[in-house]
């Protein structure tokens, strides 16, 4: 799984929560509808593609998941080389062996083989939930910071979301987008919690 595919992932994970969820990103099936006021509603939008190529935390959390892949990557590698060696060597050195010991290291050969294809399923697997689990912790951080910039700010109605490849808006007033509003903040507060670690 490329990188560009986990900001994918991760764009696609906003817009489904940005638009199909409420109550700290729960579904609430019965919430009841919101009437207008007087004014009308006010709307904002944010360019999810835009937050998402310029939050620091996602552009961190890109580089720390790619490390660990490239990581759990070499450890494979590690592991398939010793074992092509060993086998190699059993190629040239089997011949020197009684027949029990070459059963052996046959048995032993085929058993590591089984768990070489074992271990890249388990490995992608640790690399898949580690991308789900700090995606989660990334949308929770951008959710929670929307809601309280709302709260103490302009007090939008609804704030919808705005990507180049996914979006239900085709034509938005760029007085609505508040993205670079969210941006600093997530990016100031993203600094200042990084600042306290």
Request: one cysteine or more; proline letters at 3%; charged letters at 25%.
């Given at each position: ?9 991760t ?60 990581q ?14 060993d ?18 290291k ?50 939008f ?41």
């Amino acid at each position: 799984m490329n990188i560009k595919h986990i900001i994918l992932t991760t764009a696609a994970l906003l817009t489904l929560g940005m638009t199909a969820c409420n109550n700290n990103g729960k579904e609430n099936p019965e919430a009841t509808p919101v009437v207008a006021p007087e004014g009308g509603l006010k709307i904002a939008y944010v360019d999810t593609d835009t937050l998402m190529a310029k939050y620091q935390y996602a552009i961190d959390l890109e580089e720390e998941l790619r490390a660990y892949k490239d990581q759990q990557e070499k450890y494979y590698q590690q592991q398939m080389t010793q074992f092509q060696t060993d086998y190699n060597n059993y190629l040239q050195t089997g011949a020197s062996m009684t027949l029990t010991q070459q059963q052996a290291k046959e048995a032993e050969l085929k058993q590591r083989m089984e768990k070489m294809s074992t271990l890249e399923q388990e490995l992608m697997a640790k690399v898949a939930e580690r991308q789900l689990s700090e995606n989660t912790k990334l949308l929770n951080a951008i959710f929670a910071f929307i809601r309280e910039y709302n709260a103490a700010n302009q007090q939008f109605d609804v704030i919808l979301r705005r990507s180049f490849n996914d979006t239900p808006v085709l034509y938005a007033n760029p007085a609505m987008d508040i993205t670079d509003e969210i941006l600093a903040g997530l990016n100031e507060e993203y600094k200042n919690v990084k600042g306290k670690k």
